[in-house]
């Protein structure tokens, strides 16, 4: 099967997803650059590699545009926390995922690992989860807090499943969430479109990288697309 983006096609891709979520747009909402942290997503060589189970095809297409976020945040003195899915060997920390999902990121393999293009920098927090969202069972909320986050900027792989879970906590936790349509992957057009239709209804302000970019770097231009009432 024919990936739905590549690194190529992302740009057009994305305006034509910016354009379906355009009815639910908040151009109003801004991070706060003293405020806002960039969360990545399971970016992993377990999803992003071809040949493994669950291998996310959007994922590639947006690494580039992911490693732009974090050079970004890390330029503007912003904190950058990634997570990493894993189980243990025997799947007994699973629960129901080894019920649903037939192949278990194992943790302390080299697949388990953060794409090297991306690799963590020293003390960078990095949250190993073992369910979709990256608070549920972790120290995540903890963290943020510690770092007096309030708005977070969510990117990585899979769009419709553990980006979109965490959103929707981050959201429920009252943190002002910013998602940019071009930095999450997923494995069909469908079902990330779905996610960002979504998010951009009840759960976060859907944007693009450069968008955030600009915010983080304080030279954000207006935003310019139509605005809906609550």
């Not at 920390?93 to 690992?113: K, Y």
């Not at 057009?189 to 976060?204: I, K, P, Q, R, T």
């Amino acid at each position: 099967m024919e990936p739905y983006v590549t690194v190529e096609t992302l740009p057009e891709r994305t305006r034509a997803w910016m354009q379906r979520v355009r009815p639910y747009h908040r151009p109003d909402l801004r991070p706060d650059p003293s405020a806002v942290a960039l969360l990545v997503i399971d970016m992993q060589r377990f999803f992003l590699e071809p040949g493994s189970p669950s291998y996310t095809c959007g994922g590639p297409a947006v690494l580039p545009t992911v490693k732009r976020l974090i050079e970004a945040f890390r330029a503007a003195g912003r904190p950058v926390v990634f997570t990493r899915h894993v189980h243990r060997a025997d799947g007994s920390d699973a629960g129901i995922l080894g019920w649903w999902w037939r192949g278990m990121c194992v943790e302390g393999t080299p697949e388990s690992e953060v794409h090297p293009e991306i690799a963590p920098l020293p003390g960078e927090p990095v949250i190993l989860k073992r369910r979709y969202s990256a608070f549920a069972n972790t120290d995540l909320e903890m963290v943020l807090r510690g770092l007096g986050v309030r708005d977070l900027t969510i990117c990585g792989v899979m769009t419709n499943i553990c980006c979109e879970t965490t959103a929707r906590d981050a959201y429920q936790r009252d943190h002002r969430v910013f998602f940019p349509a071009d930095a999450s992957g997923c494995v069909t057009e469908e079902m990330h479109v779905a996610s960002l239709l979504n998010l951009a209804f009840g759960f976060a302000c859907v944007t693009t990288a450069d968008q955030v970019i600009a915010w983080v770097s304080g030279a954000a231009p207006p935003p310019t697309a139509g605005h809906r009432e609550a």
